[in-house]
């Protein structure tokens, strides 16, 4: 079974950076879409960017121009590079195949965009 261990988040002023780490159990990995989700208080989870094995990759209107997905199958880790980071970016990340949800969430990991 796959495990996700989502790294990386903190407590970052508007304008900000933050690199989040995804780190998969196992090698499956390398062979699924793989796509960064958020939850913010009070909200559903939403898809924040994806990337399939070929590494084409899709962004939420929301973020487009500002964070960047990647991944290293070697490591079996998926990346998400968030810059100009905004309030309304505050919330937990996690990791998960794209399009379906098809491992265990982990603990996720937390934004918080505040100055």
């Known amino acids: 079974q796959v495990r996700l261990a989502e790294s990386g988040g903190g407590l970052v002023q508007p304008g900000g950076s933050l690199r989040l780490s995804c780190a998969a159990s196992g090698t499956a990995f390398r062979y699924r879409s793989m796509g960064w989700y958020r939850q913010a208080p009070g909200k559903q989870r939403e898809l924040v960017a994806a990337?399939?094995?070929?590494?084409?990759?899709t962004y939420a209107d929301s973020v487009q121009g500002r964070f960047t997905i990647s991944r290293d199958n070697a490591k079996n880790t998926v990346y998400l590079q968030m810059n100009s980071l905004k309030p309304e970016d505050t919330a937990v990340y996690f990791c998960?195949?794209?399009?379906?949800?098809?491992?265990?969430w982990g603990q996720g990991t937390q934004v918080t965009v505040s100055s």
């Open positions: 990337i399939t094995t070929g590494t084409a990759t």
């Open positions: 998960n195949t794209w399009v379906t949800h098809d491992y265990a």
